[in-house]
């Protein structure tokens, strides 16, 4: 079906599969294709199948829906129809000007920045969707043509059922309408009609729907058949052939259109699935909480339960779950079988048909829609999978940085090993390393280690964070100290750093050094500036988030890598020093283009945007590159910003205009008018002017915001030093499906789980938290036998009294139950509202939080005996207004919270909020909305392989590719595992001297790398 086919203009909305003067009912049963009157139930199940309407996250039914624009284009084309369905409210103007932009080769962040005024103001995100709903659309146009093709081959189109294929747009509807004329195997229903039956099943078929039909020899069914035996096959007696006959009639009835729409709507709406445990279930396996679980298929389909349906079918992949489909309204669906099948229940051989009905529900329908709707779930959550790890990249690379600095990094190390530090200069490049350890450096080499900054220029130092972090750390800061010197010592968290430095992209770049200074180098970079370093790395290799390798491969890479693109874009770039791999990024450029850029600038520097004229090729992709690309140190202020070129000379006008000195000294009310001015609206479009406003008010600003340092409590030594009920400010390390990891600058991560969540972050921790989050947390317990903190983000001040909490209970045997102790007891039966419950002593009885089941009984009238925990509503004071939720103080990689600034004005939006309606700057630093805030929202974790934090870290040269105990990255990727990097620096040997000097030579050694004259 082409995609110009006309449409009626009036069918803003056609139902698949229905059409409008309908064949005649004998004609419809015959053929399966449903009437006029199943219409409205076609067209639910059709949104219902396809995704168009049914369950959806609450937040997406509350956003308001765009307005229709009056002046859009009308739909005349099914795939215009089709597109206004599946981006109701936006402009098909727009959609159909960005889809030509797009097959003429325009980037999609060139569109979503500079074109918004053409494509009606569609975001990158939509754009994106907007490209797979093309292709989309070019899928249903194929099936729909083959669908076309092979049934006119057949003679059986009928103009019905093409006007039925021609205006169903799902895939699986098409294949319904396809079931009767799709060529079969060697099915039992093929090989009776192969051996003569069809003309018995036919005739039974037409006697039961009162069809003329020619009369067979007999009076009986027995009769009947009795022609049809022959001796030397299967059909050898009646029974056999009668067997056949329903063999027949079930793959008919089966086939039927009507019916499978049916049994779809009813299994995707009211059926659960069942999981049990299964024949390879282990001791305490990590699935035994879905041994006895049922879940309806509609909860299932929501984003937040994408992560439940996942581990099921894991489970049930490795055998230790077997999952079920409950059969809602079985009765009811075989009730319109029978009747499809066997309309007159008096006419000759209806049982047959009868029989062949049950046959048709139970053993076929039933299972491919049951299949169906494994494969739409799992859909589903691959989708939503894949978008949490795609804003967690983006939350990893818009993280603001230190910029071009000189900084150390420092690798702690394990237990027992030597350090690793790398001095790092403002480009990145390595300046040199050295292995040491903190506690033997003498006098003689701390001076060195603090002539060598003054030297290099360092400004801050990096830590990785690890199980000696907290230690180096504390060791430098006490030999800065002493010094009566500050310098910033910063805890890098990002585990990315281990599987930097065993990628084969760290081995090419250092291939003598070993694996410990490759990550200090790694976390100077990091602190410098992460989207550069994150990008060395192929994403494949990035832990992201839990069921990564669960989805497909892709599929995942594909949007990792439009995110990139956007984040890239998003940020800007400096040609003069971006490395080459950041470049080809860049909207336009290729890997050959950025690679001779990074030549060309050896020799010459640019000057100006004009400049990258020069470069070889790319002249012709200057348009879409050059406002992405923010020369710095050039001579053309205008540069610095991400105002376009072709727009410098409008602007610099108005500026003239209006007597401004240049185009930023335009006050407040003048950058209104350039705004608002007609003429340039005209020539620019509105988009383009409100952000060229809000850029000559932000000259040079960094869209990832502002760095800024973090500090843990100083007076934090030890697990010895917390303190029950008081606040800390921490980062969270890990997140998982029980609770949250956070690091509170100590030997050992505590634990918040996930019923001490705030209730905003626990309906899903995914979606709200993220590793490198700074979040407040109170501190419940500490065992310090066992080395565990457990914390809460809710505040133990804004909690009720223990002996006056109220309201239904949540945990196990709390809040006072009912007088009988039942499960999820109501109301206690002791006293009226507001007055004290008494014991049969006749005193008050205090409602414990966390009781075990008696004191829920005592509560009420009951017995003790009977009661079984998770008390219900207990008869106190009025429910108390919640205090305000912690939440998250602000999120970034390192652990850095965004220190309030002056209130700026709202960035126009260069790319696209993501998919939950977030700010791009959210979940990584300052908010680009209103004042420099962190984050709300934070971002979504992870749940890595190796567990619960506090882990040490093994040896750092595995002999096969293992994944960290502490982040549960994957380390070691190289092709020859185990083997010594040559040329190296090795670590400290048990036959080199107990003592040496870390920082010997080190002032000597700076001196020979640096440049001279400096």
């Known amino acids: 079906m082409s995609d110009q086919t006309p449409v009626n203009e009036n069918e803003n909305e056609v139902a698949s599969g229905t059409t409008e003067g309908s064949a005649p009912e004998a004609e419809a049963a015959a053929t399966g294709i449903p009437t006029a009157d199943a219409g409205s139930e076609e067209k639910s199940l059709a949104a219902e199948s396809s995704g168009e309407s049914g369950d959806h996250d609450e937040d997406e039914a509350a956003k308001p829906a765009r307005a229709e624009d009056p002046k859009d284009v009308k739909p005349k084309t099914a795939m215009e129809h089709w597109l206004k369905r599946q981006f109701a409210g936006h402009s098909l103007r727009g959609m159909l000007e960005a889809l030509s932009q797009m097959e003429a080769g325009v980037p999609v962040p060139y569109l979503a920045f500079y074109g918004a005024d053409a494509t009606g103001g569609l975001k990158s995100s939509e754009l994106y969707r907007l490209e797979d709903a093309r292709e989309e659309w070019k899928e249903i146009s194929r099936k729909q043509q083959h669908l076309l093709t092979e049934i006119t081959t057949q003679g059986k189109l009928s103009d019905e059922l093409k006007t039925a294929i021609e205006r169903s747009s799902d895939l699986d509807r098409l294949e319904d309408l396809y079931a009767p004329f799709k060529l079969k195997r060697q099915t039992l229903g093929v090989q009776a009609r192969d051996a003569g039956l069809g003309a018995l099943a036919d005739y039974l078929w037409n006697k039961a729907h009162g069809l003329e039909t020619a009369e067979l020899p007999g009076e009986t069914l027995a009769e009947k058949a009795a022609p049809f035996i022959k001796a030397e096959t299967k059909y050898a007696d009646v029974d056999a052939v009668l067997k056949g006959v329903q063999d027949i009639l079930v793959e008919r009835i089966a086939e039927s259109f009507e019916l499978r729409s049916l049994v779809r709507s009813t299994v995707f709406r009211r059926s659960k699935i069942r999981a049990a445990k299964g024949s390879k279930a282990k001791p305490n396996s990590k699935y035994s909480k879905f041994f006895e679980y049922q879940e309806p298929i509609g909860s299932l389909k929501k984003p937040a339960s994408s992560h439940r349906y996942l581990a099921m079918r894991k489970g049930w992949m490795e055998d230790e779950l077997v999952l079920s489909f409950e059969r809602p309204d079985e009765g009811v669906l075989l009730e319109k079988f029978e009747e499809f099948a066997a309309p007159n229940k008096e006419a000759l051989g209806a049982e047959v048909l009868v029989n062949a009905a049950r046959l048709a529900l139970k053993g076929s329908v039933f299972t491919v829609m049951e299949n169906e709707a494994h494969r739409h779930l799992k859909e589903e959550a691959e989708k939503h999978v894949v978008e949490t790890l795609s804003e967690n990249l983006r939350k990893k690379l818009l993280r603001p940085g230190l910029g071009r600095k000189a900084v150390m990094g420092i690798d702690p190390g394990s237990a027992n090993q030597p350090c690793s530090l790398a001095l790092v200069d403002g480009d990145g490049k390595m300046v040199v390393n050295i292995q040491f350890k903190l506690e033997e450096a003498t006098d003689t080499g701390k001076a060195e280690f603090l002539a060598s900054l003054e030297n290099l220029k360092i400004e801050a130092i990096a830590v990785a964070h690890g199980p000696r972090g907290k230690e180096v750390r504390e060791g430098f800061r006490k030999i800065l100290e002493d010094a009566k010197k500050t310098l910033p010592i910063i805890a890098v968290h990002e585990h990315t750093s281990s599987i930097y430095s065993s990628s084969p992209a760290a081995k090419e770049e250092f291939p003598g050094l070993d694996v410990s200074t490759r990550r200090a180098v790694f976390v100077a970079r990091y602190l410098q500036d992460p989207l550069a370093v994150i990008l060395r790395l192929d994403p494949k290799f990035l832990s992201l988030g839990e069921f990564q390798h669960e989805v497909s491969g892709g599929k995942l890479r594909a949007t990792l890598n439009r995110t990139i693109e956007a984040a890239v874009n998003f940020a800007g770039v400096d040609p003069n020093f971006a490395p080459a791999h950041v470049l080809a990024k860049v909207a336009g450029f290729t890997p050959e283009l950025a ?281 106190g004071e009025p429910r108390e207004k919640p205090a305000p939720k912690p939440g998250i103080v602000g999120p970034n990689t390192i652990g850095l919270p965004t220190k309030p600034g002056e209130p700026k004005a709202a960035r126009p939006e260069r790319e696209p909020r993501n998919d939950r309606g977030e700010s791009r700057g959210e979940g990584r630093g300052p908010s680009r909305e209103g004042g420099r805030e962190g984050s709300r929202a934070g971002g979504r974790g992870e749940r890595p392989g190796g567990g619960g934090g506090g882990r040490e870290e093994k040896d750092r040269k595995p002999k096969k590719p293992t994944r960290d105990p502490k982040t549960g990255a994957i380390v070691n990727l190289s092709d020859d595992f185990g083997k010594a990097e040559r040329g190296g620096p090795r670590l400290a040997s048990k036959a080199q001297p107990v003592t040496f000097n870390p920082f010997a030579n080190l002032a000597s050694m700076i001196k020979d790398k640096q440049p001279k004259g400096e």
């Open 595 to 875: 690679k001779a850029l990074v030549a060309s600038r050896e020799t010459s520097p640019l000057k100006t945007r004009e400049d990258l004229k020069k470069v070889s090729s790319l002249a012709a992709r200057f348009d879409w590159a050059a406002g992405f690309l923010r020369i710095m140190d050039g001579t053309e202020p205008l540069d610095t910003t991400f105002v376009h070129p072709k727009f410098y000379e409008a602007v610099k006008g108005f500026a003239k205009a209006q007597g401004a000195a240049d185009p930023f000294s335009l006050n407040e009310e003048q950058l209104k008018a350039l705004s608002e001015d007609e003429t340039l609206t005209a020539a620019i479009g509105s988009t383009n002017l409100k952000n060229i406003a809000y850029e000559l008010a932000h000259k040079g600003e960094d869209p990832r915001g502002d760095f800024s340092q973090f500090e843990y409590d100083p007076e934090l030594k030890s697990l010895s030093d917390l303190k029950k009920d008081h606040a800390y400010a921490g980062v969270v390390t890990n997140v998982t499906s029980f609770g949250a990891f956070v690091d509170l600058g100590i030997e050992q991560d505590g634990l918040v789980h996930i019923s001490e969540l705030t209730d905003a972050l626990a309906k899903n921790p995914f979606d709200s938290l993220f590793p490198g989050d700074v979040v407040t947390v109170w501190v419940s317990a500490v065992n310090e036998e066992k080395k565990q903190i457990s914390l809460t983000m809710k505040n133990p001040s804004a909690r009720a009294p223990r002996g006056e909490r109220k309201g239904r209970g949540g945990e196990r045997g709390e809040r006072g139950g009912r007088g009988e102790g039942r499960a999820r007891g109501g109301r206690g039966r002791g006293a009226p509202r507001g007055e004290p419950q008494l014991g049969p002593d006749g005193q008050p009885i205090p409602m414990v939080a966390g009781a075990e089941g008696a004191e829920g009984a005592a509560a009420g009238d009951g017995e003790q005996k009977r009661s079984r925990g998770r008390g219900g509503r207990g008869r």
